[in-house]
């Protein structure tokens, strides 16, 4: 069906329990997608998502790759270098990415506003290169990502003072000490405090 949709724009498949990585072989002729979302493709493994992006997409801005097991490092380079002009990226709940997977997508998309890494196991490796590889980018969700230390996202925060950072542990002090990052805690409202730049 997708060869036969080669201009199509947006495409959005939630729930894809029995997508497979033939369903998706022909992916790479959507050469004006902007906007790809696949959520539960678990039957999708590591060679359909390296066919799937085996050439470059120049329009996609947006991708959102959720609850996927099949995502791996390689994957998300892939992604990375065939799709240079990408603005957001959410791979939540993928987790087969680490942070060398993450450090080498960044490093090929510069134009990167948003970041969802929720629930992916990651260390704090990728955090240092943020503010050199990807300058531009506002939203960076780390909900549920235990290993990343809090010292780095603070860090992080003065390097990118325009930066949302997103995750649900106590940062331990008050929102008064800590102006200048935007502090989400959406997973426990009663501790929600949010803080800006002054």
């Known amino acids: 069906m997708l060869s036969e949709l080669l201009y199509l ?5 939630q729930y894809c329990d029995q997508l497979t990585n033939e369903a998706i072989e022909n992916f790479c002729n959507l050469k004006y ?3 790809l979302s696949l959520t539960r493709a678990h039957l999708i493994t590591e ?6 992006f085996s050439r470059p997409h120049h329009f996609l801005r947006d991708i959102e790759i959720t609850e996927c097991g099949g995502l791996t490092d390689a994957a998300v380079v ?17 987790r087969k990415i680490t942070d060398d997977g993450i450090v080498s997508f960044l490093d090929f998309v510069p134009s990167l506003k ?3 890494v929720q629930s992916v196991h990651l260390l704090s490796d990728f955090v240092a290169v943020i503010p050199t590889f990807c300058p531009q980018l506002k939203c960076l969700n780390v909900i549920s990502c235990s290993q990343v230390r809090e010292n780095d996202l603070r860090q992080l925060s003065l390097q990118l003072p325009d930066l949302e950072i997103a995750f649900n542990r106590d940062l331990g002090c008050s929102p008064k000490s800590f102006k200048i990052l935007k ?16």
Do not use: H, V
């Not at 060679?47 to 799937?52: K, N, V």
């Not at 989400?184 to 002054?198: E, G, K, L, N, V």
């Open 114 to 116: 948003n970041l969802n």
């Open 183 to 198: 502090y989400f805690d959406i997973m426990s409202p009663r501790q929600f405090a949010m803080t800006q730049r002054r």
């Open 33 to 35: 997608l902007e906007e």
């Open 78 to 94: 892939l992604i990375g270098r065939s799709c240079r002009n990408l603005e957001s990226l959410n791979i939540s709940w993928c």
């Open 47 to 52: 060679p359909g998502f390296t066919s799937a």
């Open 9 to 13: 724009r947006r495409l959005k498949i």
